[in-house]
């Protein structure tokens, strides 16, 4: 079985301003990673994802993200934050051979002018 | 390409009545999942169809739920004598099955509200 914690559960920034989102995770098995973005009363959009390889990996709107396999951790970065980035995000995990996704509780990110 | 569609948007019931809903997946997606969401929460899995057939369930799942994707397309879940703790957002996915793995592409959700 998997579960995901993502450590805080409201990250307050200002504008342009640098973010890490933090998730770990457990698992006996390999697993899958991926951060989704979820604004008000929408559904969930794909922001990154980790299958394999290179362990830094790239998403969308300028977001990445970084799996470290000794620490269990897969956290999400951006540089500089915008208003628009305002939104919850939920860190999630899929085990080798599993196919349903396992979610964090969701952080909520507020960008203050 | 068209998205993942849910119908309806919203929905009220009062407790004991029944509802379904319906999740149109992204054309050609041969994979469909069910997940609900409630307040402050990740969303949680339900159960996920491959083509027609459901293939795994979660025990979130009563007895009072079902969920069916009869020809392999459109899937409906229906509650039938809903709670006031059925209340949540519903969520649908969908994925294409491939070598490695498949990524899940989610609807806007449909949100219950029991009263």
């Known amino acids: 079985a998997q579960s995901v914690t993502q450590l805080d559960s409201q990250v307050p920034v200002f504008e342009e301003a640098p973010v890490e989102l933090r998730c770990n995770y457990s698992?006996?098995?390999?697993?899958?990673l991926f951060w989704y973005v979820q604004y008000p009363n929408q559904g969930l959009q794909l922001l990154l994802k980790y299958l394999s390889g290179s362990t830094l990996v790239k998403g969308i709107n300028g977001f990445e993200a970084e799996f470290n396999k000794s620490q269990t951790s897969f956290h999400l970065r951006k540089p500089s934050v915008h208003i628009s980035d305002t939104a919850e995000y939920f860190c999630a995990v899929r085990g080798e051979g599993a196919q349903k996704l396992v979610f964090g509780q969701g952080t909520r990110l507020t960008i203050n002018p | 390409d068209t998205g993942v569609s849910q119908d309806p948007r919203h929905k009220i019931t009062k407790r004991g009545q029944n509802v379904t809903f319906r999740c149109d997946p992204i054309s050609e997606h041969n994979r469909l999942y069910w997940y609900r969401q409630t307040l402050g929460q990740g969303p949680e899995f339900l159960t996920y169809?491959?083509?027609?057939?459901?293939?795994?369930k979660s025990r979130l799942l009563s007895d009072r739920f079902s969920a069916e994707r009869p020809k392999g397309s459109f899937s409906t879940l229906e509650i039938q004598r809903t709670e006031q703790g059925d209340s949540a957002m519903y969520l649908c996915?969908?994925?294409?099955?491939?070598?490695?793995?498949?990524?899940?592409?989610f609807g806007p959700g449909t949100r219950l509200t029991v009263l």
């Open positions: 996915a969908s994925s294409l099955r491939t070598v490695g793995t498949d990524t899940q592409y």
């Open positions: 698992s006996s098995v390999s697993v899958y």
């Open positions: 169809f491959q083509n027609e057939a459901q293939l795994e």
